[in-house]
């Protein structure tokens, strides 16, 4: 008979919110469980939505920097460690303020670091509009007419990197009656032979006046309602082909998230609805080994 490991539960005090649909789990790096090794492993945990929380990114944040700063890191839904969340640093945004109401006012922008761009401002107005600016350390924006027999004459393919790797696929006019859903061409195309790297990919059409249409599929994710780099990456392209006059209106299925693009300066400011969906813990079973295995969820 194998022996039963011994384990503990523990309660991990964990944020669930959302930014335009995208499912964002907030954790201050003092409620941490287990060490930053384990990190991956908890990220996979605690974002299943049928055993636990559910999110599609672990955001983990630690406001304690006497200087003010916020240290941030990002962790996908399956254990992998993202660049760049735009949506997880508005909720972040509005995190703070609903923690430390004193320190993080309400308007006033804040400082977020994070390894892929350095510094980004985060500021909530209030605990339900969450904005972030930040100026990528480099911007990579080329055309690069990929090729597969799911794209039809016309459309266009463009590789965008803010310290994290977008293609923007521009569906050409008119073809709406392709087979199968777009988001199975954003899946064939994340990881295609002409792409430097794997791709978040976002189905772009043309459809109103100031903005787009769009469909993300995000790595380590998935299809999700909204990605707030991916909104800037086709803010990028399309001011790069002067397109657009002014902010581009970016209109995903979780909600419409709105960009200013400051080209001189590369400067990039997201904004669009946040909300707290629960506050509370997630039950975190640990052996003696660290195998973290997620029991349930309870909200307070």
């Avoid at 990190?39 to 920097?65: I, N």
């Avoid at 350095?118 to 972030?132: N, S």
């Avoid at 002409?194 to 299809?223: M, Q, T, Y």
């Amino acid at each position: 008979m194998t022996a039963m490991k011994s384990a503990r539960l523990v309660a991990m005090k964990c944020l669930k919110m959302h930014g335009c649909g995208n499912g964002i789990l907030l954790v201050d790096r003092a409620w941490l469980p287990v060490d930053a090794e384990r990190l991956p492993t908890l990220a996979r945990l605690v974002c299943d939505r049928r055993k636990s929380l559910g999110g599609d990114t672990l955001v983990v944040f630690d406001p304690s920097s006497p200087t003010g700063e916020v240290s941030v890191e990002f962790w996908n839904a399956d254990g992998s460690e993202g660049e760049l969340c735009i949506n997880g640093l508005r909720c972040l945004a509005a995190t703070l303020v609903h923690l430390h109401p004193a320190r993080f006012l309400r308007g006033e922008w804040n400082t977020a670091v994070c390894e892929s761009v350095g510094e980004v401002g985060v500021r909530a107005t209030d605990l339900e509009w969450g904005e972030a600016t930040f100026r990528p350390q480099t911007l990579d924006i080329h055309p690069l007419g990929l090729t597969h027999s799911l794209l039809r004459p016309g459309d266009r393919t463009t590789f965008v990197d803010l310290g994290n790797p977008h293609l923007i696929v521009e569906l050409a006019p008119g073809t709406d009656d392709r087979s199968g859903h777009p988001l199975n061409l954003a899946k064939a195309l994340h990881d295609h032979e002409g792409l430097p790297k794997p791709c978040n990919v976002h189905i772009v059409r043309r459809s109103f006046g100031d903005g787009v249409d769009a469909l993300p599929w995000e790595r380590g994710v998935g299809p999700t309602q909204s990605c707030g780099s991916g909104a800037a990456a086709i803010a990028a392209v399309l001011a790069q082909r002067a397109e657009l006059p002014g902010p581009a209106v970016v209109r995903m299925p979780g909600g419409e998230l709105t960009v200013h693009f400051e080209r001189p300066a590369g400067t990039f400011t997201v904004s669009g609805r946040v909300a707290f969906v629960s506050i509370g813990h997630a039950a975190i079973r640990v052996t003696d080994t660290l195998d973290l295995r997620p029991q349930r969820a309870e909200a307070e």
